[in-house]
């Protein structure tokens, strides 16, 4: 069961001129990440510094998401997407200033990280909810394919372009593009309204609102809602077992590979092509009428490349960089329909605490994961964890098939929507 919509006609017009400006923002925000880690590089060649850098940047979507979630339901998805890009340009404007006045140092690199990880904790899961109520249903995944093709031209475009411009111009220039970006971004929002989901009046006996009452309903409702107990879990445990692989993907480059720099450079470049190329695919396709069993199949072949990777040896390089291609193509098909069921049958009330709530429980598995694989990989080889991580893939993908809270995941959220602290499915068709 769907969540019913009506929308204006020019509702084409009006999303992509939001969705737009806000790929901009990010083309931005790649490019300064690229920048800030270079420098971060350059300044004190340590891993230690590298390492918090990217633990920095993990943090606020760990902490901030079940307190984002809410929040995010509670006020203007609007106002906290510009409020969001603001404050992402006020922290890179500082770090300018920093910089020409040849006072920078890691702590404000530090900062700035950090500044915009949490500003990105609000800004992601708000225009994934404003998404539902500005596309029809029956399109969701196709968007959700045109932004996996935008992560994967990111991950291509914005190093590259950041490399450029620090090879003509002086640091602050680069940054400054970000700021430009974000500005792009937040233009657009001041003439589209931005629909915001009916609030449910309470019960008598539930009292006043409250953040904490707000918490505690959404975190009911993504219980009550088996279907989606198994993604999260199913997401936590493959973030867990595949992001260690690509996180030492040179050191399986260089040590089983026996390949070079151009080898690590060609094979994430190939990743990202796939990104883009099945990203594409999902766009003009759509997938299965069925999403969930779309992400279940390229859950399977995710996991076959994945195992590829630890499989190839140094007399077959080539084989592991098409297997990237394969894990980059499979990632956007199984991403993009995952997010368009959310979309599409999530209480539009809920939408920003269950979103919120599913990116950090992700998120948070990424840091433990990265904990225990470097000892493992010391003892049994870096390609244990592809091996790991792609069984887990691909067995997951196929009992996904035969589960039935995964099958049905688009139908056995009616006990969640009955929940007395959840909207009514009809409450979209309202707005």
């Avoid at 409702?221 to 692989?245: E, K």
């Avoid at 060609?266 to 999902?282: A, Q, T, Y």
């Avoid at 076959?304 to 040896?313: K, R």
């Avoid at 956007?332 to 999530?346: D, I, R, W």
């Amino acid at each position: 069961m769907e969540l019913k919509q009506e929308l204006p006609t020019n509702w084409k017009t009006r999303f992509f001129t939001v969705w737009i400006g806000q790929a901009f923002s990010l083309f931005g925000s790649g490019l300064v990440q690229f920048v800030l880690v270079w420098w971060l590089t350059i300044e004190t060649g340590s891993a230690t510094v590298l390492a918090g850098a990217t633990l920095v940047a993990m943090l606020p979507m760990i902490l901030l998401g079940p307190i984002a979630g809410p929040l995010i339901d509670r006020w203007n998805r609007r106002a906290i997407m510009i409020v969001a890009d603001g404050i992402i340009a006020l922290a890179t404007l500082w770090l300018i200033a920093m910089f020409s006045i040849g006072a920078a140092q890691v702590w404000h690199v530090y900062a700035v990280l950090l500044i915009r990880a949490a500003a990105g904790a609000f800004h992601m899961p708000s225009m994934e909810a404003s998404t539902t109520l500005m596309v029809p249903k029956e399109h969701l995944s196709r968007v959700g394919g045109l932004n996996q093709t935008l992560q994967g031209l990111i991950s291509i475009v914005s190093p590259a372009l950041g490399a450029l411009l620090l090879g003509l111009f002086e640091l602050r220039a680069a940054l400054a593009v970000d700021v430009i970006t974000a500005l792009v971004a937040i233009l657009p929002l001041f003439f589209i309204a931005i629909p915001q989901p009916p609030r449910r009046e309470p019960h008598a006996a539930e009292g006043k609102p409250s953040f904490a009452g707000d918490m505690r309903a959404g975190l009911r409702y993504v219980w009550s809602w088996p279907g989606l107990r198994a993604v999260i879990f199913m997401a936590m445990l493959l973030n867990f077992l595949v992001n260690p692989a690509f996180s030492l993907l040179p050191l399986l480059v260089k040590n089983r590979l026996a390949g070079d720099a151009g080898v690590l450079a060609g094979m994430e470049s190939l990743f990202g092509v796939g990104v883009i190329v099945g990203g594409l695919l999902l766009s003009v396709w759509g997938g299965f009428k069925r999403r969930v069993l779309t992400s279940m199949t390229a859950l399977i072949g995710m996991g076959i490349g994945v195992s590829a990777i630890g499989l190839t040896s140094s007399s077959a390089i080539w084989l592991a960089i098409a297997a990237m291609f394969l894990v980059g193509a499979m990632q956007s098909m199984v991403n993009g329909p995952l997010f368009a069921v959310l979309q599409a049958v999530v209480a539009p009330d809920m939408q920003g605490r269950v979103l919120a709530l599913l990116m950090s429980a992700a998120t948070a598995m990424s840091p433990l994961s990265l904990l225990v694989a470097g000892p493992i990989a010391d003892a049994l080889g870096v390609q244990v964890w592809y091996l790991a991580g792609g069984l887990a893939c691909g067995l997951m993908g196929l009992a996904g098939f035969f589960i039935p809270a995964i099958v049905h995941i688009e139908d056995n959220h009616t006990e969640a929507c009955a929940s007395p602290a959840a909207a009514t499915p009809s409450a979209l068709a309202e707005s």
